[in-house]
């Protein structure tokens, strides 16, 4: 499934937000994913929210391989004020996010946008396989750990632009953005939740937050 409309329609189906920050040496996994999707009305915004590594450099190196990447830098604001700019930047009907720790399956955009418009939904999320642990502190009780795949994964969400910008976007949280945004969502939206199939690969990152917290927890358990 190409998903391609003619030649002459500038404007992608499906924007892809990619917010980034230090993480140049990650990227490409990101990036390749999105090139290589089955369904291709697309196009990838990168929001570099200040990097001080060579984020540029790598992201000029792809654009040269695909005329559907846009990059946008801003001063370091936060993963939630980084979508927030890329909702804005984009230019399609829906909004698929993007962690540049992650990767798409290839099926990831075509899966989504099926599941969407068969269900008649304003805005889905889930669908994750994770590469690491399978667990992660509870971001509303942090002395215990739940399951990933039970928690909202911001680079899952997958809706219509117009959810976004009438919820007024993400809020400025250090963690738990996306689950804020979700939540706000299943007030005023069509919104659900869908484990399978799985199309979206989160990777255990180091220096993330979630893997910062679930250090934290861990040394609280050895004390």
Same mark, same amino acid.
């Given at each position: 499934?190409?998903?391609?409309? !003619?030649? @002459?329609?500038?404007?992608?189906?499906?924007? %892809? =937000?990619?917010?980034?920050?230090? /993480?140049? &040496?990650?990227?490409?996994?990101?990036?390749?994913?999105?090139?290589?999707?089955?369904?291709?009305?697309?196009?990838?915004?990168?929001? !570099?929210? @200040?990097?001080?590594?060579?984020?540029?450099? %790598? =992201?000029?190196?792809?654009?040269? /391989?695909? &005329?559907?990447?846009?990059?946008?830098?801003?001063?370091?604001?936060?993963?939630?004020?980084?979508?927030?700019?890329?909702?804005?930047?984009?230019? @399609?009907?829906?909004?698929?996010?993007?962690?540049?720790?992650?990767?798409?399956?290839?099926?990831?955009?075509?899966?989504?946008?099926?599941?969407?418009?068969?269900?008649?939904?304003?805005?889905?999320?889930?669908?994750?396989?994770?590469?690491?642990?399978?667990?992660?502190?509870?971001?509303?009780?942090?002395?215990?750990?739940?399951?990933?795949?039970?928690c909202?994964?911001?680079?899952?969400?997958?809706?219509?632009?117009?959810?976004?910008?009438?919820?007024?976007?993400?809020?400025?949280?250090?963690?738990?953005?996306?689950?804020?945004?979700?939540?706000?969502?299943?007030?005023?939206f069509?919104?659900?939740?869908?484990?399978?199939?799985?199309t979206?690969?989160?990777?255990?990152?180091?220096?993330?937050?979630?893997?910062?917290?679930?250090?934290?927890?861990?040394?609280?358990?050895?004390?």
């Amino acid at each position: 499934m190409s998903g391609r409309r !003619d030649a @002459g329609h500038n404007t992608p189906l499906i924007s %892809v =937000v990619l917010p980034t920050f230090d /993480r140049a &040496d990650l990227l490409p996994r990101s990036i390749a994913s999105v090139l290589v999707q089955t369904f291709t009305d697309w196009e990838l915004v990168v929001i !570099d929210d @200040g990097s001080t590594d060579n984020t540029a450099d %790598v =992201v000029a190196a792809w654009q040269q /391989r695909s &005329d559907r990447i846009r990059y946008v830098r801003q001063a370091n604001q936060g993963v939630g004020a980084a979508r927030n700019r890329g909702v804005a930047e984009a230019r @399609g009907e829906y909004i698929a996010c993007l962690d540049s720790d992650d990767e798409y399956c290839p099926a990831h955009l075509e899966t989504r946008l099926a599941l969407l418009r068969r269900h008649e939904l304003d805005l889905i999320q889930g669908g994750v396989q994770v590469a690491g642990k399978q667990w992660v502190v509870d971001f509303f009780d942090p002395t215990k750990l739940i399951r990933i795949s039970e928690c909202v994964i911001g680079g899952t969400l997958f809706g219509k632009r117009t959810v976004f910008i009438e919820l007024g976007g993400f809020c400025d949280l250090n963690y738990g953005e996306d689950l804020d945004l979700w939540e706000r969502a299943q007030k005023s939206f069509q919104a659900k939740t869908f484990r399978e199939p799985l199309t979206y690969i989160l990777h255990e990152t180091p220096n993330s937050l979630r893997m910062v917290r679930f250090e934290e927890w861990a040394a609280r358990q050895s004390e």
